[in-house]
């Protein structure tokens, strides 16, 4: 019988030891700095940016556009974001002059076949996200040889180690913003005059999708409100262990 998650197992290989020069190499540069080797330099015309629109998105969104407009910025549209992300994304690509934005959608068979009613995440969380999220990721992870991600260090206890590269056994990942903080985002979307994502003036300091989304307590972990009440802390496509097989 076919499922919906599926792992691939990550081995020590070439490719890890590469990604551990790579981090070597970007390790003390600045995060436009890191930007800029590794869309000019590293993974020419081979990479492409993974974003959210959520809280903190517009920073790394903002960078990438002052290195290469042009360059492809992957929007996994799960049909589940508030209406919100959907106006910001639009704002942010109109403002920032971004040409390339792909909305990636579930496979509409699969979506057919595995969620007839639209509710499959009242079931299973893990397979709503490996529909809707990690395998349309899967199906253009051949198109790039790295992505970049705005994942922080500071944001959970499974990304306290997250190098500056990582090779998930199909891509490299580039973190430019591993080490920031909350404070040093702050500082660089009012310097840069960036709006924020409308909910985080109501308690969202972290925006997935509306029905695994809450607004969190002063004081709580910002992703506090993602999957609230769950173990899981992660959608999958951040996972070393891909997703794959239907
Ligand atoms: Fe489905 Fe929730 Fe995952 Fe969005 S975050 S894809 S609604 S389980």
């Known amino acids: 019988m076919t499922t919906l998650i599926d792992t691939l197992k990550i081995e020590d290989s070439a490719e890890t030891a590469q990604a551990a020069a790579f981090s070597a190499r970007l390790e003390g540069l600045s995060a436009p700095e890191i930007l800029r080797l590794a869309l000019t330099g590293l ?22 556009a002052q290195i290469d407009p042009q360059t492809p910025v992957i929007f996994l549209d799960t049909d589940r974001h508030f209406f919100q992300t959907l106006q910001y994304r639009n704002q942010l690509v109109k403002q920032l002059g971004l040409t390339h934005l792909i909305n990636l959608k579930a496979d ?3 979506a057919k076949d595995f ?9 299973s969380t893990d397979a709503c996200c490996a529909l809707r999220k990690v395998r349309p990721l899967n199906r253009v ?18 990304r ?3 190098p500056l590269v990582e090779w998930d056994g199909r ?8 080490d920031w903080t909350p404070e040093d985002i702050s500082a660089y979307m009012a310097e840069h005059d960036l ?12 925006i997935g999708c509306f029905p695994c989304t809450k607004p969190v307590e002063a004081g709580q972990d910002a992703r506090a ?6 173990e899981k802390t992660e959608c999958g496509i951040h996972s070393v262990a891909y997703g794959d097989g239907i």
Request: charged letters at 15%; glycine letters at 8%.
């Open 195 to 206: 709006p924020p994502h409308p909910l985080v003036e109501q308690g969202y300091p972290s």
């Open 171 to 178: 891509n490299y990942k580039v973190n430019p913003l591993a």
């Open 160 to 162: 306290t180690h997250m």
């Open 115 to 123: 969620d007839p009613k639209g509710t499959l995440w009242q079931q």
């Open 43 to 64: 993974f020419p015309a081979q990479i492409a940016l993974s974003s959210s629109f959520g809280a903190d998105s517009a920073v790394l969104l903002h960078m990438v």
């Open 108 to 110: 509409p068979q699969e």
């Open 141 to 158: 992870t051949d198109d790039y040889q790295a992505w970049i991600t705005g994942r922080k260090r500071h944001q959970s206890a499974t």
């Open 225 to 230: 409100g993602r999957w609230a009440g769950q």
